[in-house]
Structures are given as C-alpha cells and as structure tokens.
C-alpha cells in the first residue's frame, strides 16, 4: 500500500509538473497572440496574430467602392475610385494598437477562461474584447499621378494649345455672341498636382474613421485659379472686345408684340438681322465700334407681322352648329396691322432702346386678336339649313329660321366671313326696281344686311331657292326687334352654305 501511495504521489508530481509547465507555456503563448472573446470588425480574432487579423481584414475590405468626387467647371461631376488610383489599404496599425489593448497581465487569460467554462461568476471582460477598427490608406503618388495624367476627363488641356482667339459669331437662336477662348482654359498639369495634394490630404486624416465620400470642387475659389487660368489679350483681341461691347449693347434690345393670345418676342436674335452687313457679309461699325442699323430690315420684319396675323380676306374652318366643321372664304372681317405705324414706333423705340411690350395699331380690327379672331360672340348664317344663330360668349341667345339670297336668280348670298359694320332703324332699302322700307337694318357686307321682311309669312326651308331676297339676310319682325338692341357694331357675322 506504501509503495501504491508513494507511486501515485509521483505521478501527481509529474501530472503537476507538466500542467504548470503547460499553463507557463500558454500564458507565454498568449502574450503574442490576442486572447479569448476578442473580436475585431466581426472577426473572432482568440489565438490568432497582429498579422493573422491583418492579412483577413485587408482581404475583405472592398476599396473600390471609397470614391472621391471631383467637379469641373462645366459642372459634371466625376468620381475617382481609390484602387485604380494607387491607393492602398492596412489594418496592421488599426489591429496592433488593439493588440497594444489587450495585454494582459500573466495567467489573466486563465481567469476568463474559468470565468466562461464555469460560469464562477461576472468574467472579467477586457475593454478590448468586441473592437471596431478603420484602415490606415497608403498612396503610391508615382501610381496615381500617372493615372490622373491617363483619365480622359482631365485629358482637355487647353491653357498649353498653340492658339487661343477671340472672335464674334452668328448664333442659331442667340443673335451674336462672344466666342472668349482666352478665359478659364484648364491646365492639366496643375490639376493633377492638386488633385493629388488633395486625396492624399483627405485620406491621411481619416484618423481611424470611416471613409467619407469627399468633394473636390475645382470650379470654385482658390481650385479654379489653380486649375483654370487666363491668357492675356492682345491688341487685335481688345479690338474685338470693343466691337462685341457695341454688339451687345445693339441687340440688348427687347420687345414682345401682343397678338391676343399669342405674342411675338423681339430678341437679340432677331435685332441681330438688323445690323447692316457688307457686301462679304461683315458686320459695318460705326466709328464707335456700334453697328450699323439696316432699317430696310425693321420694314422685312413689320411685313413678316402683317403676313403672320393679318386675318382680312384669309379662308377660316368654322364649327357649324348643325355640327361639320365648314370652311368659309376670307372676307372684309380680320386684323390688319398699320405697317406704317408700326414701321415707325419699331423704328424709335429701337434708337430709343425703349423696350417693352407693344400691342399694335390696326387699319382693320376684329372682334377678337388671337389666332381665333371670331371669337365666342357672333352671328353665324347657315345658309344650306336657312337659319341664322346669335352666340354670345359661346351660349346660343337666338336660333330662327330666315331667308336668304334668291340663287335661281343668282341673287345668291356670298359665303364669306364679315361683320356688322352700321346699323339703322326705318331705313327704305332701295335697288334698280324696289324700294322697300324696313324697321331694322344692319348692314354686313357692302349692300348685304340684316333686316326684317314683314311681307314674308314663312321663313326657312327651301324659299330661298326661288324666292329670296336680293341678297340680304330676312329675318322674322319679332327677332329683329330683339336682335337689334342685342347686336354691337363689330360683331362677327359667318356665312355659308
């Protein structure tokens, strides 16, 4: 039994001797590599190195997607991502300073351990055990200015070209215009030099932050004077600059002309064809660089107003209300401008540079000035139905039968578009072989009017074909006395068939 005790208590020895020797060895052990229940961005790091957490971290980091935007000065915007710019990234200083963090005190590991497996109570959990760390970004300034230098969109270097003008040029849609290629011409070189200074001084002062997209504006401030720059003008460019002054100040007239509910705007594209050119199509200055007026050309453009809104005599689609659309030949109604007059005005206003907006003088006028120039009140006379219709503002205040021109004796009342223009009441109306005396007369269209026929019992159907008037519109007694008052000189009247 001696022998027995003696024999164990050897092996007790050795089973101590080794498992402090183990215990040594692995507090020695995790002195060098991070202890249990750490982990860095996700990383269950126990047991592993500085260089081991690295080389995980630095392969799951996804550079591509940090970009720094940079905007010229046409205002795109483009973004520059860091890995194709020789942009590189490192955990190491990041993770060893957690390491730095989690020094332990010797066989403090062995605590936590029992702390976890035995549940002996609250573990001592160090302030480095769940860690959230952010890359140092290393720059390759050979790498990437030689990438800035190969990007397309800085590749527009304008300050260094062979030649830079000044010059004057008709435009499409803007009259003349400034074409300055002296002004913020784009120097690569000095962009890409800032371009540099500026993402290695943004990345380098993360200071263990997260990346933030940054913007480096090069059309603003300090930037542009570094990037976009001048160059002096010479003689002959000033030359060119006082012209333009006198270019500008010409066409910095302005006018809208108020056709109803159109208009017609006057702008430096349209003044411009009033400069008066030479033979080689030069633009004549005077002897203070102010060009020349042509007023030939105001005239063109009074003219190109008249053939534009000028509504006497044009053909019209008209809505019937028996319910077609008809078409009726222009006649005496419409707009006529006073080309005269408004000749005259442009040309003061223009030397006055008077702009404004301008509703013109007419020689004739109709009831309404926009591109529909009947309008919601008027008289319309079907001729085809014989009945005549009174609108006034679009609701329909008269609706009678009546009795137009005799066509078996081609007496027939023209189809055309006219107004009324007098009115008169007991008038006798007098022809070759009659006299005839009516209580209302409204005349439309030279000896053709409007008037009641009190010899007539019928009016409407077919009458008209064998027994109409000579030409004139007759019209029950008891709608003419109603008519009469209700009808303003001016008012529109349509006829047709």
């Known amino acids: 039994m001696r022998k027995f005790f003696i024999g164990l208590l050897r ?79 490192s955990y190491q200083p990041a993770v060893a300073k957690c390491m730095e963090a989690c020094k332990i005190r010797p066989f403090q590991w062995l605590d936590d351990w029992l702390d976890y497996e035995l549940k002996w109570g609250p573990p001592i959990i160090p302030l480095c055990r769940n860690n959230t760390v952010y890359p140092t970004y290393n720059c390759d300034m050979a790498v990437m200015t030689a990438r800035l230098e190969d990007t ?4 527009d270097d304008l300050l260094h070209r062979d030649e830079s003008t000044v010059s004057i ?46 913007l480096i504006d090069l059309s603003t401030g300090a930037d542009k004077e570094i990037c976009y720059q001048n160059i002096p003008y ?81 053909e019209r689609r008209f809505q019937a209300t028996r319910g077609d659309i008809v078409t009726v030949a222009g006649g005496g109604y419409g707009n006529e401008l006073d080309e005269k007059a408004e000749y005259e005005f442009l040309l003061h206003a223009f030397r006055e540079k008077a702009s404004g907006t301008r509703i013109p003088q007419y020689t004739s006028e109709a009831w309404e000035k926009g591109s529909d120039d009947i309008g919601d009140t008027y008289i319309e006379v079907d001729m085809g139905v ?62 053709i009017g409007i008037h009641d026929a009190t010899w007539r019992k019928e009016f409407g159907e077919e009458i008209y074909k064998t027994n109409g008037s000579h030409g004139c519109i007759n019209t029950p007694i008891e709608i003419m006395t109603e008519l009469y008052d209700m009808v303003e000189l001016g008012t529109p009247v349509i006829m047709f068939y």
């Not at 020797?21 to 982990?39: C, E, K, M, N, S």
């Not at 397309?152 to 590749?155: F, P």
Request: aromatic share 12%; proline share 3%; net charge negative.
């Open 11 to 89: 092996v007790i020895g050795v089973l101590a001797v080794l498992g402090i020797g183990a215990v040594i060895a692995l507090d020695q052990y995790y002195q060098h590599v991070f202890p249990i229940l750490v982990t860095i961005n996700g990383v269950y790091c126990t047991g592993m190195t500085v260089e081991d957490v690295t080389e995980i971290l630095n392969d799951s980091y996804d550079l591509h997607s940090d970009r720094i935007a940079v905007r010229m000065l046409d205002g795109e915007v483009h973004e520059i991502p860091l890995d194709e710019y020789g942009i590189t990234v």
């Open 234 to 314: 010479t003689d002959e460019m000033k030359e060119t600059l006082a012209k333009w002054e006198g270019i500008r100040e010409f066409q910095s007239f302005h006018m809208t002309y108020q056709f109803g509910d159109r208009r017609e705007v006057i702008d430096a594209n349209v003044v411009a064809d009033w400069i008066l050119l030479d033979e080689e199509g030069n633009i004549v200055f005077d002897a203070n660089n102010i060009p020349v007026l042509d007023e030939t050309m105001i005239a063109e453009y009074v003219a190109y107003l008249s053939a534009t809104y000028n509504t006497v005599g044009i």
């Open 152 to 155: 397309e969109w800085l590749n």
């Open 386 to 447: 014989q009945h005549m219709y009174y609108y006034v503002d679009g609701e329909l205040m008269i609706d009678t039968p009546v009795v137009t021109g005799n066509t078996s004796r081609r007496w027939g009342t023209p189809a055309k578009v006219c107004f009324v223009y007098f009115k008169q009441k007991n008038r006798v109306l007098r022809g070759a072989d009659y006299a005839t005396p009516v209580k209302y007369w409204m005349a439309v269209d030279g000896h």
């Open 169 to 214: 040029v008709r435009s499409a849609t803007a009259g003349y215009i400034l074409v300055d290629e002296t002004r913020d011409l784009f120097s690569r070189e000095n962009a890409v030099n800032l371009l540099g200074e500026k993402i290695v001084d943004h990345l380098t002062n993360m200071n263990g932050k997260p990346f933030q997209t940054t």
